[in-house]
């Protein structure tokens, strides 16, 4: 059974960079698929964040592009997400998750971890 | 910024169908683009319950199913129970935003 697991600070300050890693179980980031970042602010819904493949290909959503750097480590069998410039607003549960296919569903995710941006 | 508009909330009695819409436009649903579904019990993750408009992963029950019209989208949850209460929302791919674009959300009140 596959398995994400989001792991990086619970807290973060204003204007500072949110770093966040996904690490997968029971499959290798190198055989394939697509990987991805998902957001939730507190009682709110869900955002896009970004996509990355195993060469390292990225796609991001246009309205956090500037601000959006998610790459991937195959050695580790993991990937990561730096969001830069976090404001209060970047406050939410950010869901790392794999896509089985080009822009095709996310089958299976993590169990989310809150980031909260507060001086 | 959703571009996937869906009804806040619906409710039904135990036993009863519910229907949840999902709209879109000509840049996703309506462009042929696929929609999924998902199921998010309170305090956790999204769970997939339905995959390119209509199909259903292993282990879920076929009381769910899904259809895509033009540029629209429903869930239909048949012989509602209580362990059907959770938020839900669907999920498509926008080609002017260049991704993945999800709905608004509805939450399923079991009366």
């Known amino acids: 059974q596959v398995q994400l697991q989001e792991s990086g600070p619970g807290l973060v300050k204003p204007s500072e960079t949110l770093s966040l890693t996904c690490t997968v179980s029971a499959y290798s980031i190198r055989s394939g698929y697509y990987w991805g970042w998902i957001r939730q602010p507190p009682g709110k819904g869900l955002e896009w964040i970004g996509l990355i493949y195993r060469s390292g290909s990225t796609y991001y959503n246009s309205s956090l592009k500037s601000r959006v750097t998610i790459f991937v480590d195959t050695s580790k069998n993991q990937f990561s997400l730096k969001l830069s410039s976090v404001t209060a607003a970047d406050t939410a549960v950010y869901y790392c998750?794999?896509?089985?296919?080009?822009?095709?569903?996310?089958?299976?995710w993590g169990q989310g971890t809150l980031v909260t941006v507060s001086s | 910024q959703s571009v996937l508009t869906q009804p806040p909330s619906v409710s039904g009695a135990p036993g009863q169908r519910v229907t949840i819409s999902c709209t879109g436009s000509?840049?996703?649903?309506?462009?042929?683009?696929?929609v999924q579904w998902y199921q998010q019990l309170p305090g956790t993750a999204p769970k997939l319950l339905m995959y390119t408009n209509s199909n259903r992963p292993s282990g879920v029950p076929d009381r769910f199913s899904g259809s895509k019209s033009d540029t629209s989208a429903s869930l239909a949850i048949t012989g509602l129970q209580a362990e059907d209460e959770a938020d839900y929302y669907c999920?498509?791919?926008?080609?002017?935003?260049?991704?993945?674009?999800f709905g608004t959300g509805t939450k399923v009140t079991v009366l």
């Open positions: 000509t840049s996703n649903i309506g462009a042929g683009f696929d």
């Open positions: 998750a794999r896509a089985a296919e080009y822009w095709g569903a996310l089958d299976y």
């Open positions: 999920q498509s791919y926008d080609s002017s935003q260049g991704g993945y674009v």
